[in-house]
């Protein structure tokens, strides 16, 4: 079964003025969640701070602890702290550990945490790599869990990052660690914030080769999507054989959604949480944690999708699958070339 972890402390992490990271996105999630009868919503973990300390720079987190103290203040042109957001930051951590917890116990086979200030951009000291900004987040949900999970006796973590954009802070937090395979498929950062995520970034040192990037042009749609995910990403996942997965799920690659370019319809979601369905058994759970995603009705409509597929039912999907653009699909297929050629002397992928 798959179980949901929230908060309603994530709706007082609240934007100054009309920002598309507001708290009506998990609202909606929740409130189409709450209408499907026998679904489990527990809280979250409420004391996270050993494990923040050993993701995130001691000096970053009292860095956000002062902002919140100070009330509204905008850390970067896109990213804002207000009174209730270090409350909510870290029960949106606390989500994720909480989730591994159930699954680690064997009560739950998957959970999924509707969190938010998504994650995935900040790396040990806030802003990751060469980005700009923080994209929206505060503490990085999904890094801290893997972290948390590592300790707890998990020695291979796979982090699979759906979101449209590519989680330079996750890949920096692993970069030299072989135990966490940070797996993202995103926009092509020429064309997106943050601007990283090549195909040549596959880690260092020991982590070399526990890192890959799929980064897709402008209009990819779902037919080349999930070709990349067939060609690469589930051969390298299966080939990883990890003990645990979490996910870096964003809904922003979804066509309607305003934030980006990618035309994903809500089939490809549903393939990959089928597959991922088919996946349990072979580890000892799945983890889907809340980043990106600004269209409110396919926040809700994909959310109930993943708690069905997860739960065993059958699902519709009310949306054509989109086809690519011949000159874009020409570019996603060298783009899987490449990152056949990148990552063949670490996998055995064709
Ligand atoms: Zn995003």
Redesign the pocket.
């Known amino acids: 079964m798959i179980g949901v972890i929230y908060d309603e402390a994530y709706l007082e992490h609240r934007p100054p003025r009309n920002h598309i990271e507001n708290p009506i996105r998990v609202s909606t999630i929740i409130k189409e969640i709450s209408k499907m009868g026998d679904i489990t919503i527990e809280k979250p973990l409420s004391n996270v701070d050993e494990w923040l300390f050993k993701t995130h720079d001691r000096s970053y987190v009292l860095q956000i602890d002062n902002a919140c103290n100070e009330g509204y203040v905008f850390l970067d042109a896109d990213t804002y702290v207000s009174p209730g957001t270090c409350r909510a930051a870290r029960l949106a951590v606390g989500a994720v550990l909480r989730g591994i917890d159930k699954v680690l116990s064997g009560e739950w086979d998957a959970a999924y945490a509707v969190v938010r200030p998504p994650g995935h951009h900040v790396g040990h000291t806030g802003r990751a790599l060469m980005a700009p900004t923080q994209g929206f987040c505060i503490f990085n949900n999904v890094a801290v869990g893997a972290v948390y999970a590592l300790e707890r006796g998990i020695s291979k973590i796979a982090i699979l990052d759906i ?3 590519h989680g330079n802070g996750t890949q920096e937090i692993f970069y030299g660690d072989p135990r966490v395979l940070y797996v993202s498929l995103h926009q092509d950062p020429l064309t997106i914030y943050p601007g990283t995520g090549f195909i040549d970034e596959v880690g260092e040192g020991e982590g070399e080769g526990f890192n890959v990037n799929v980064p897709l042009p402008p209009f990819t749609a779902d037919d080349a999507y999930q070709e990349t995910l067939n060609n690469v990403v589930w051969p390298i996942i299966d080939e990883f054989k990890p003990q645990l997965i979490l996910v870096s799920l ?1 809904f ?1 690659a979804h066509e309607l959604d305003s934030i980006a370019n990618l035309r994903l319809s809500l089939n490809t979601y549903t393939e990959i949480f089928r597959r991922l369905k088919n996946i349990i058994g072979k580890v000892k759970g799945v983890v889907f944690v809340l ?2 995603g600004y269209n409110y009705d396919v926040l809700s409509k994909g959310s109930r999708l993943l708690i069905d597929i997860m739960s065993g039912r059958e699902v519709e999907v009310d949306e054509p699958i989109t086809q690519t653009d011949p000159r874009t699909l020409a570019r996603v297929k060298s783009v899987i070339k490449d990152v056949v050629r990148i990552q063949s002397p670490y996998w055995h992928i064709t």
Do not use: L, M, Y
Request: charged share 45%.
């Open positions: 979101d449209v954009h964003g922003d980043e990106g």
